[in-house]
């Protein structure tokens, strides 16, 4: 059974920094693709970073050069790590795996950035 467990969002100044974390069971990272989304109210949930199995990365325009994502093998965790945060950052970020033709989410995590 696939889990995965989102956390690491709070509530921070613009300008400042997070860690999202994504804590997976019942697949390895290392072995899937794996992404960050997020959702702000109103607004449809919309990518934002990327992970191949072979470690390569995407970013949305809007985060490039600001957000990382990253994994750690030997935790199952997936990462993304967000610097220089913007108002316009705050959303829901979910964590999202898509193994054997069906996606998995995470539950969420609130991300609020304060002007």
């Known amino acids: 059974q696939v889990q995965l467990v989102d956390s690491g969002g709070g509530l921070v100044q613009a300008g400042g920094s997070l860690r999202l974390s994504c804590i997976a069971s019942?697949?390895?990272?290392?072995?899937?693709?794996m992404a960050w989304y997020r959702q702000a109210p109103g607004k449809q949930r919309e990518v934002v970073a990327a992970?191949?199995?072979?470690?390569?990365?995407n970013y949305a325009d809007s985060v490039k050069g600001r957000f990382t994502i990253s994994r750690d093998n030997a935790k199952n965790t997936v990462y993304l790590q967000m610097s220089s945060l913007k108002p316009e950052d705050t959303a829901v970020y979910y964590c999202?795996?898509?193994?054997?033709?069906?996606?998995?989410w995470g539950q969420g995590t609130q991300v609020t950035v304060s002007s």
């Open positions: 992970i191949t199995g072979g470690g390569s990365t």
């Open positions: 019942g697949i390895i990272v290392t072995t899937n693709a």
């Open positions: 999202n795996v898509l193994s054997y033709g069906k996606a998995y």
